[in-house]
């Protein structure tokens, strides 16, 4: 049984990448706010699948499929998904950045590559606070707590 549901869950929204860069708008090329924001959320979502892809491969090497079933999606045993909310931000930011480079030299891709850094810090922080329901009882007891899922490999990208 889940503790959550990974497919539904918003590591962030168009607010959060707003108030960690004012200017997020003139990204997308779009004058019109609502415009702006559906482009924005389409950056959120390929962030939320790159960082789900990142835990499934954390999350396998750590737990067996045998104990979980090969088709089980393990991100849905993390019971506070909002510890990754900076991550999600800073890798929206990252690609919205980048898909606006003209030249590996302009401000884009000076903006681009520090948030990619910062993701980088970002998402091992916000991993070293998750908590695996690791006998998924929908509870998160003290041993499981004491756990987590752990950092040692959550650093690379």
Known sequence: MA???WSTTALC???????EY???????????????????????AKAKIYIGRKLDVILRGKHSSEDYGADADLKDLISNHSELQAAAVSYTLHLL??????SPDDYNAYK??????????DF???????????D??????????????????FYRI
């Not at 950045?97 to 003209?102: A, G, M, P, Y």
């Open 136 to 153: 998924a009882s929908e509870d998160i007891d003290q041993e499981e707590r004491a756990i987590g899922i752990g950092t040692n490999r």
């Open 13 to 19: 929204t168009y607010t959060h990448v707003r108030d």
């Open 124 to 134: 091992a922080d916000g991993a070293a606070l998750l908590r695996f329901d690791a």
């Open 22 to 44: 004012a200017d997020v708008g003139d990204l997308t090329g779009e004058t019109v706010t609502a415009t702006q924001n559906t482009v924005i959320s389409a950056y959120i």
């Open 3 to 5: 503790i959550s549901d």
């Open 97 to 102: 950045f980048k898909d606006n480079e003209s």
């Open 112 to 121: 681009a590559e520090q948030y990619r850094l910062k993701f980088k810090d």
